[in-house]
C-alpha cells in the first residue's frame, strides 16, 4: 500500500479517536487532503537528495574568482518540530568565504528547503546544512543562523511566541572576528531591501 493511502487511513482513525466523524460533510476529504500535504510537501525533503539540486561553479576564465565574504540573508525557513509535530517557521542567513567554488543563490535556498521538509528541530537542521555546504562548497569558512518561531510554544506549553535563534560555523568563519563581522553584516542589512 502507498505511503498517502496508508496516511489517510491513519488520519481517519485519527479523527475518530479524538472524537470527530470523519465521514461529515467538513471531513470527508480531509484525510486525503492532509495524507496528500504530509507526503508531497511537508515532508518532501526526504524523497530529495541536496545532491541532485546542487550545482557549483569551478573559479576559471570565464568566472572571476572570489575570496571575500558571501552572505546571503533571510531565506524562508519552514519546518515541522519532530517533538509535536507542530510547524516553526522564520529565516536562514548563509555566509561563506569561497575557496574557488561559489553557488548561485537560489542553490542556497533549495537547501535550505530540502534540509527544513523534515521533521527537525532547529539546532540540528541548522548544522546540517552547516556540514553539508562545508562539504560540498568546501569553502575556508561558513556559517548559519537560522531564527524561528516555534509554534508549539504559542499553542501548548508556554503558550508564549518564544523565538529561537542557532547559529553553526565551520572553519574560519568559527572565530570571534569573523563571526563579529558577519553579525554586524546582518544588522546593517536588516530591513533594508534595494530592489
Known sequence: MDAVKRIEELVREFLRLIGEDPDREGLVDTPSRVAKMWVEELTV????????????????????????????????????????????????????????RIVGFSKLARVVDIFSRRLQIQERLTDQIADFLFEKLIPKGVMVIAEAYHTCTIVRGVREPLYMVTRATRGSLSDEKSRVEVLTLLNLAKGKHTY
Open 45 to 100: 525533503g526526504y524523497r530529495v537528495d541536496p545532491n541532485d539540486v546542487f550545482k557549483y561553479l569551478n573559479a576559471d576564465d570565464e568566472y572571476e574568482k572570489h575570496e571575500d565574504l558571501i552572505l546571503i540573508k533571510d531565506i524562508p525557513l519552514r519546518s515541522l518540530c519532530e517533538h509535536h509535530l507542530l510547524p516553526f517557521f522564520g529565516y536562514v542567513h548563509i555566509a561563506y568565504i569561497p575557496n574557488e
